[in-house]
């Protein structure tokens, strides 16, 4: 699988013989290397997590937050080069400006979706200037079209998802997500559950410490993208921690 | 001058707009329609200067169709209304701005019928019954006294008779002919032309 593209890799204009794009995949192995983020989509919202890593206890708690807002009713939450995404999310906060001042109205996430997809691409085509590496998923809620989730990746690719996972631990995540009925769960079972997603892929020798980012967008928040209030934070981490030892527990680690 | 009526009730718009197309003393034709059908739910009524109401109403009719077509799903009629507006508002400090005053009605299940009243400045305005141009004043007083959001089609079309024979009574400007079409959740229909004729019978 890791084939050296020797020759080939060394511009986004640049086909290999087998037809792939080596800066783009490169770019994809970025967002590998970073932090897990889980969104869930379920009955009446969408929630995302995100495995904030720390990586000196002396950095301020809460900074460099990777969950943004895209107006008031778009939560985007994002993996791979931190300082790419920053960009993506100013554009995509752009587009959803420029759209309200053209339509008068909230810019329907698919819309965004697709703009910041096509953003994305433009970027891999061209040897002046390198692909993104950074994935991202946005997800919003409104009463008639209900929740919505889509993921952009680095080649400029976008799916609509019940659930989606980025990062290095994102097969793991992808596995705990197949065993949830996503369809029928509420935003407070979805909250949990992602919470939990996180601590069980979160692998304890690599990275130790992580801050554990929480957001919501759905019924309950009104279509409002927003943190998870401090309750429903403590709740929730309470529970992701318990059903962590209980899983333990249950002897699905090697012994 | 041309004149523009529209009423929008609970489950259906109606607009009517004269047919005549005049330059100066000289009518060129009793049989123009002034209705542009931008999608299978958006119906603009438009008066103003010659040209202007075609070449503003055909431009944002195929732009609204582009949406459709990039997107896979219609402009709603309120995102289709500023649209609209944006575009007149674009137009209105550039060199040579459109001279256009219309009546725009939008059917959505989301949103219901809706009546959105539009000028050559720009401003619009949502509103359940709105019109333009002399025959308008005349016509305003009566949508006040009759209008109610329970009317049906019938009832809403007898209100817009009402209208044009008062506008034919006493517009100095002979308007003989109102097309008239309503636009509801099963699409756009033609009734029928008001004539002059007809009312004075």
């Known amino acids: 699988m890791s084939s050296i593209g020797t020759g080939y890799d060394l511009s986004a204009s640049q086909f290999s013989p087998d037809g792939r794009v080596f800066q783009v995949e490169y770019a994809m192995k970025a967002v590998e290397n970073s932090g897990t983020a889980v969104a869930l989509r379920g009955k009446d919202g969408v929630v995302f997590a995100v495995e904030k890593l720390v990586t000196s206890k002396l950095y301020e708690a809460g900074a460099n937050r990777r969950i943004f807002n895209i107006d008031t009713h778009i939560g985007m939450a994002v993996a791979g080069l931190l300082a790419d995404s920053r960009q993506i999310v100013e554009t995509a906060r752009t587009e959803a400006s420029n759209y309200r001042a053209e339509y008068g109205g909230n810019i329907p996430v698919k819309y965004l979706a697709d703009r910041v997809a096509m953003y994305k691409h433009a970027y891999t085509l061209y040897s002046a200037v390198r692909p993104f590496g950074c994935s991202v998923a946005l997800g919003s809620y409104d009463e008639i079209d209900g929740p919505q989730l889509y993921m952009v990746d680095p080649s400029g690719v976008s799916f609509g998802y019940l659930g989606c996972a980025m990062g290095k631990a994102r097969q793991a995540a992808k596995t705990e997500m197949e065993k949830l009925k996503l369809k ?20 304890e020798v ?19 993208h927003q943190k998870v209030s401090q309750e429903v934070f403590a709740e929730v981490e309470r529970y992701a921690k318990s059903a962590l030892e209980d899983d333990s527990d249950s002897g699905n680690d090697d012994m | 001058m041309e004149c523009v009526l529209g009423i929008a009730c609970n489950d259906f718009v109606i607009l009517a707009s004269d047919m005549t197309n005049a330059h100066s003393i000289l009518v060129n034709k009793q049989d123009e329609d002034k209705m542009f059908k931008l999608s299978d739910r958006l119906l603009m009524a438009v008066t103003g200067e010659s040209g202007d109401t075609t070449q503003f109403a055909e431009y944002i009719e195929k732009n609204i169709q582009l949406y459709k077509m990039r997107n ?30 219309f009546l725009l009605a939008g059917y959505s299940e989301r949103t219901g019928p809706e009546l959105y009243w539009m000028d050559y400045l720009a401003s619009m305005i949502k509103t359940p019954f709105a019109t333009h141009g002399y025959g308008g ?28 024979a008062e506008i034919q009574k006493r517009l100095i400007i002979n308007l003989p002919n109102f097309q008239v079409k309503v636009l509801d959740k099963d699409g756009i229909h033609a009734l029928g032309v008001i004539k002059s004729q007809n009312l004075t019978a």
């Open chain 1, 184 to 203: 029928d769960m509420t935003c407070l079972e979805l909250i949990k559950e992602a919470a939990k997603i996180i601590y069980i892929v979160h692998d």
């Open chain 1, 206 to 224: 690599k990275d130790k410490h992580f801050e554990l980012e929480l957001s919501w967008v759905g019924a309950t928040t009104q279509g409002r």
């Open chain 2, 72 to 101: 896979g799903y219609e402009l709603s009629p309120p995102a289709a209304a500023n649209f609209t507006r944006r575009n007149l508002a674009d137009s209105l400090r550039s060199r040579s701005p459109y001279m256009v005053n």
């Open chain 2, 137 to 164: 004043m005349f016509s305003i007083g009566i949508m006040d006294r009759y209008y109610r959001p329970d009317l049906t089609e019938q009832e809403a079309y007898e209100i817009l008779k009402k209208c044009v």
